[in-house]
């Protein structure tokens, strides 16, 4: 079931829609704020909410990529793989990582503090290589500046 | 050298708010259009200007603007694509960051010249400082009058609103943004309609760059002869610059458009580092051809690049150097197209992966001698006109040019049954 919250914010997106359905993608995001992914019965509640199928928002939900159909930790890690990463060194971030974390890409730590993802270039590219933890950036990373950064999560 | 886009920026990184936005004359053009000028008389000195856009196909502006059909009542749309995905491209980011004000006072005066009633900017999820500046700077506007209601007491009103997207680099593609907008999959849309005509709701739409918007308060104030001044070729105005990869400088500039890439390369970027030689670039991002050291003194406009057999397109280059793999390299860049590939068309759905196995199996040693010429059949069947957008042929790009310049590198790796680069990496 949805929570209050999270229709009363939907409902404030839907005042600024010609139809229902454009709100699909904001009602994902709300949803995945407050619990940080998008379970299936969630999928269920947010069709019914804007008279869609379930299908359909879950076609919408699965097409992009920073909408977690899978339960995360709470903090991702998303890791630059694009090219000026590539050419400045990520994979020895990556390795580093794996390393730390116990992790590879899509998991998430025993103790769901971590989920590490890939992610396409993060448009820093003149401070590669690059990673993002939540909403903070991290430039000019060398394998042994991570632990000390992701000290700062809990 | 005029830097008119990103001289007040200031150093430290912050934004010009408000009022020192104001201060070095902003918000003047929006007050001079809505005294003294009628929308058409907006659109005709941007289309004087000849700006093409910064987005990565260089259309006039003011050519795409004269396309959307006035006198007709209902809603208009005018949308800033700050998606900016391409990989090896950061030039909105220094703009939406920096001068957020800049770029809303340019798409309030594009509004106006087209007569849009709502205006977007579509921000990529990443730019979370940007999000916060253009809310702010929305705010802030708002409160000065520069945007709802009758805007400075003139008949022209215009809501704008920030989205932030959820990732995929196919919002970018202007009909697979509009989509998005809808709250669609970012897919794209068969074209015609154009967006000019039939865009966000069906409605009429234009979008532009974030670079481009930024230039039309500019070239309110200053006239296209004063843009056209600033080039040192016939396609006027500065440009944003960028370059990443083993250089000494990696970094972006505002330039006269049309400096060469040698220029590009030494003076602003410091040359290579220490130990490293230049083997190519991407001249604009990731769906671009190389060029190599035969083209350092081709001049970074679109008619230079094109002439040298690629394209400008966002104008920020990725370096190749001596010592990382060509092969690995376009490997890198095919996985990328493969993954964000929306698999609405079978040509680029299959193909794309299928490219990004073959370059995988030489970096480890399992391609053999016909896996160039199966490369290089992909890379004519999945380009211009056989695809449903421009990802595929853009994809296509840096890897048929690698198969021109770097080809050795590609025998060796399937002669010698492995990658021959130290810095073999995956
Ligand atoms: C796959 C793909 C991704 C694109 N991404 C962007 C982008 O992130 N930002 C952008 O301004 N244009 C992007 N474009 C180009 C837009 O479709 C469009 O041409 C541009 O926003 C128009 O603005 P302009 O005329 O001011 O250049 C992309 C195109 C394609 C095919
Ligand atoms: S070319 Fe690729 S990205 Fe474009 S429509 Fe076809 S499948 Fe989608
Ligand atoms: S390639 Fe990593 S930030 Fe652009």
């Known amino acids: 079931m949805l929570s209050a919250i999270e229709i009363e914010k939907i409902s404030h997106e839907l005042r600024h829609v010609p139809v229902k359905k454009a709100a699909c993608i904001e009602a994902l995001k709300i949803v995945q704020q407050e619990r940080r992914w998008v379970s299936d019965e969630s999928v269920a509640d947010i069709a019914a909410m804007l008279e869609m199928s379930a299908a359909e928002v879950d076609s919408v939900a699965t097409f992009y990529n920073l909408i977690f159909r899978k339960p995360v930790g709470r903090h991702i890690i998303l890791l630059c793989d694009s090219i000026s990463c590539y050419v400045m060194g990520y994979t020895a971030l990556r390795q580093r990582l794996h390393e730390i974390l116990l992790i590879g890409y899509g998991q998430t730590t025993a103790d769901e503090r971590f989920t590490l993802l890939p992610n396409a270039c993060l448009g820093t590219c003149d401070h590669a290589p690059a990673l993002m933890i939540d909403e903070d950036l991290y430039r000019d990373l060398q394998p042994e500046d991570l632990e000390q950064i992701l000290e700062k999560y809990h | ?426």
């Not at chain 2, 030039?91 to 798409?107: I, S, V």
């Open chain 2, 1 to 426: 050298m005029e830097r008119p886009l990103t001289q007040h920026i200031p150093d430290n990184g912050a934004a010009l708010h408000l009022r020192e936005y104001e201060a070095v004359g902003g918000y003047s053009a929006l007050r001079k259009a809505l005294r003294d000028m009628e929308p058409a008389q907006v659109s005709t000195l941007v289309k004087e200007a000849n700006l093409k856009g910064r987005g990565g196909a260089g259309f006039a502006t003011g050519m795409k603007w004269s396309f959307v059909p006035m006198n007709v009542p209902g809603p208009k749309y005018l949308i800033a694509n700050a998606d900016e995905m391409e990989p090896g491209t950061f030039k909105d980011r220094w703009l939406l960051e920096g001068n957020p004000h800049q770029l809303l006072e340019g798409m309030i005066l594009a509004s106006y010249a087209i007569q849009a009633t709502d205006a977007f900017v579509f921000l990529r999820w990443a730019y979370k400082d940007a999000a916060r500046e253009m809310r702010r700077a929305i705010a802030d506007a708002y409160t000065a009058g520069y945007l709802g209601k009758n805007i400075l007491g003139s008949a022209f009103s215009l809501e704008m609103q920030l989205h932030t997207g959820v990732g995929r680099y196919m919002c970018g593609e202007e009909t697979a943004l509009l989509n998005s907008l809808e709250g669609k999959r970012a897919t794209p849309r068969a074209k015609p309609p154009f967006p000019q005509v039939s865009g966000l709701f069906g409605k009429p739409t234009i979008v532009n760059n974030v670079e481009t918007l930024s230039w039309i308060s500019h070239i309110v104030n200053n006239g296209e002869a004063w843009f056209k001044s600033l080039s040192y070729t016939a396609d006027g105005g500065t440009k944003i610059y960028g370059v990443s990869g083993r250089v000494n400088k990696p970094g972006a500039w505002e330039l006269p458009m049309g400096i060469t890439m040698r220029e590009l390369l030494e003076e602003h970027a410091g040359g290579m580092r220490n130990g490293y030689r230049f083997r190519g670039a991407l001249p604009g991002g990731a769906s671009t051809d190389f060029l190599t050291d035969a083209h350092l003194d081709v001049k970074m406009d679109f008619a230079g690049v094109a002439a040298a057999g690629s394209r400008l397109g966002t104008g920020t280059m990725v370096v190749l150097d001596d010592r990382t793999c060509p092969v690995g390299f376009v490997h890198n860049l095919e996985h990328f197209f493969a993954q964000e590939s929306c698999g609405f068309c079978t040509p680029c759905r299959e193909g794309l992966p299928w490219t990004e196995k073959i370059l995988w199996s030489l970096e480890n040693g399992t391609g053999e001698p016909s896996d160039l010429e199966l490369l290089e059949r992909h890379a004519r069947l999945l380009g211009p006109g056989n695809t449903f957008c421009a990802l595929a042929p853009g994809a296509m790009e840096p890897l048929q040019s690698a198969l021109k310049y770097f080809r050795e590198d590609f025998e060796q790796h399937i002669k010698e049954k492995k990658c021959p680069y130290a810095h073999h990496q995956h």
